[in-house]
């Protein structure tokens, strides 16, 4: 684990592995590296404390991960960092290599791993973000086959090993009666929404580097498109899940900046490590398009912020009205709560109590989980990874169609909005979705 003594490892990494360790799926050595001064005893330290603070310490299960826990500390850039890494794998067979460090890295982290011998027989796991464009993604990617193949390389995005993602899945495959309408005849519109009530966390100098576009644009909402707007993969596997995710984003143009609302939320310039006049987006707003048989004609809208009223990742599938919808205020439609909480709902209409002949709507729940249900998404992905299914990683071709996608809007192709915090972004966004009556605003979980 390249990283060992950051920030990712202290508030996922290490209540991954102690859940791994419990549910009998960590038995193996996991080596530490980093570049801190530290003793393989600060390490355990570090680990108690974010058990302690993010993941619930048990103590037994702790004590198995500090028994298998070794350090080495040394400089990236060092080939003698890699020569105790060689050192201590041994005759380890398949090790896999996590890389919960910069994206600046990655390039020569990997060419180490090569020239060490480190990667004979291995895997290893990149974490987000791809590339900050298309060519460097595709450089990224070339650099990564000088050393493994394809099928050794796990892009980990964790929103794919959330529960209530994969659910998406589930719910379109597994249910004889979505089938027939899922399409252009039946859908008017799609609508996914990623706001959160907080801003950056302090972590300026990072987000100055990416900005909502290619946070969560760019990755994980384009992969809720894809899952929505797939065809059926020939069977429950990797390839064949990868392969139809591809072939959508093969059918999305390139978004146009017409179709794009960038915005900054007020307040942002006194974050720290933020530029006095930094043009980076808190907030994206973007409509595409899918020319495919199945969706042609149906716009897909997608925004994410920061400072917005409520925490939600939600998804709205708004259906066509039926002949009488003159008389109805709304249609039918799907609504998939992917976070913080799980739940699938459809909307209907029915009879309003009364003498008169009066619709009214109502939620139908058919599902309602608490965050807490289910394996965490960095738990699901490492046990994964080290077990070789790729089902939840992101090939490729997918990680390059996506970055062509937003290719033309990404950096200052845009004009900047500010918005007040606690609202819904800045009222530009609204045009986007001005002829499908506007934004379905999610509301706060109950």
Known sequence: MFGASGDLAYQQIFPALQQMILRGNLNVPVIGVAKSGWTLEQLRARARESLTQHGGLNEEAFSKLIAQLQYIDGAYEDPATFESLRQALGDAQLPTHYLAIPPSLFG??????GKSRC???ARVIVEKPFGRDLDSARKLNETLHTVFPESAIFRIDHFLG??????????RFYNTFLEPIWNRNYVESVQITMAETFGIKGRGHVYE???????????HLLQVVALLAMEPPTGLHAEALHDEQAKVFEMIPPIEAANTVRGQFLGYHDEPGVAADSTVETFAAVRLQIDSWRWQGVPFLIRAGKCLPVDATEVLVRLKKPPVGKLIPEGNYFRFRLGPELALSLGAQVKLPGPELVSMPV???????DRTEGMAAYERLLTDAMRGDAMLFVREDAVEEAWKMVDPVVGQATPLHIYSPGSWGPPEAERLAQDIGGWDNPRAAS
């Not at 020569?108 to 791993?113: F, G, I, K, P, Q």
């Not at 959330?162 to 719910?171: G, I, P």
Request: charged residues 30%.
């Open 363 to 369: 939620e139908l729940s058919a599902v309602r989980r």
């Open 108 to 113: 020569a982290v990997v060419e180490s791993l």
């Open 209 to 219: 580097e990416t900005g909502a576009i290619r946070d969560v644009v760019q990755n």
């Open 162 to 171: 959330k529960e209530a993602v994969e659910n998406l899945y589930f719910f």
């Open 119 to 121: 990667a004979r027989n």
